[in-house]
């Protein structure tokens, strides 16, 4: 399937967001916590394929600021499998080009997690591959508003507002610096939002796959980028 992709047209940009860990889970008579556990490896598999790809950029959301309503136990283990992630695999990330960041509200984790975030980001960042980021305590709203908290907050320190377009707006999201997605994905056969990147993927294609994430491959990123690459992209141009 890798050979069939055209590697001109490539999107600069994928999301996904990873749906299905609870009722894989479910299904094989295991823990929530053990579904999430088997989504890791999704992750390490999906990000090897990005790479091995040539894209640009891959984000994908481990965490929203929602995720805190669940029970207290699987936060807990949610955040201990990024932060697991984190220690196993920066060695990893060097080692392919990968730079790592991390996008959300990150000053309100677990100071351990956001050492761990913080020393893999500096680790990285002088990688020129595949920029891969990870959103946890991410919740778009939220985002955009701390945006515009950081405009107000500029504009009364220099007596005047920053001069603003929808560019320049971006510089002041988590994701300054990245394009916009050009693919988002999402699995699981769920067809939401969910509060990721609401004014980044404004011509966004979307793509959705009943695959629940822990069976989420390499093969299935191709799939994806395949059903992208035969879509026209209008962006509400003519055809
Ligand atoms: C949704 O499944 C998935 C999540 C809330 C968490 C995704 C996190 C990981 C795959 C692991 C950590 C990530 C990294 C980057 C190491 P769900 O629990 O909502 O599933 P359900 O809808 O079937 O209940």
Redesign the pocket.
Known sequence: MLAEIDRTRLPRHVAAI?????????ARGLT?IE???A??E??RDTVEGAARLGLGALT?????SE?WR?PPGEVAA?LE??G??LRQETDNLVANDIRFRAIGRLGELPTDLQAGLGRTTEATKACRGLTLS?AVNYGSRAEIVDAVRRIAARAAREGKAPELDERRFGEYLTTSGLPDPDLLIRT?G?MRVSNFLLFQSAHTEFWTTLT???DFRQRDLYEAILAYQRRGRRSGGPG
């Not at 990873?18 to 479910?26: E, Q, V």
């Not at 994908?60 to 929203?64: D, I, L, N, P, R």
């Open positions: 990873m749906d299905g860990n609870g009722r894989w889970a479910a929530r579904g999430h556990a989504g890791v999704s992750v994908v959301f481990a965490f929203s995720n669940r949610l499998l990024v697991r992630y990870v699981s769920e629940l994430w822990p």
